[in-house]
């Protein structure tokens, strides 16, 4: 807002109340990548929703469904000496009410994807409940 007349003390309290979900879901977005990035399995599985159903489609797979298989998939990406790091950028959040979606981009050995994070807020914590990344041949960028 530019010069605008100021927002009712409710109206900034929601700001306020958005601005810090937005926040928070940027926290637990980056979260993701850094455990990633540690190869730490506990701290992944700590991110995770546990008691609503969950998904995940990793560049090149079929989704996989259900905690325990999510899972499985990651302390195996995880256990690769090999694997290499990702690099997280342009990480955009969007709340409504208890679910949240942050959309970024990943690049993996010099390999550009896209990916979608879903996050669901569950007892005040903002949790994983899907993940989805996939390689992209141009950004968005490049059609401007």
Do not use: K
Request: glycine share 6%.
């Amino acid at each position: 807002m530019t010069g605008d007349a100021p927002l009712a003390p409710d109206g900034a309290a929601a700001l306020d109340a958005a601005s810090d979900a937005t926040a928070q879901v940027l926290a637990a977005n980056q979260a993701l990548y850094a455990a990633f990035n540690a190869r730490d399995a506990n701290a992944m599985a700590d991110l995770w929703a546990e008691d609503v159903p969950v998904a995940c489609i990793h560049p090149g797979w079929a989704a996989v469904r259900g905690h325990a298989n999510v899972l499985a998939t990651w302390e195996a990406i995880l256990a690769n000496p090999d694997q290499p790091r990702i690099i997280v950028g342009a990480a955009e959040a969007h709340v409504t009410g208890d679910l949240a979606w942050v959309l970024c981009r990943e690049l993996v050995s010099g390999s550009p994807l896209a990916a979608t994070n879903l996050f669901e807020r569950r007892e005040g914590r903002w949790r994983v409940v899907h993940h989805h990344s996939s390689p992209v041949s141009f950004l968005a960028e490049d059609l401007q």
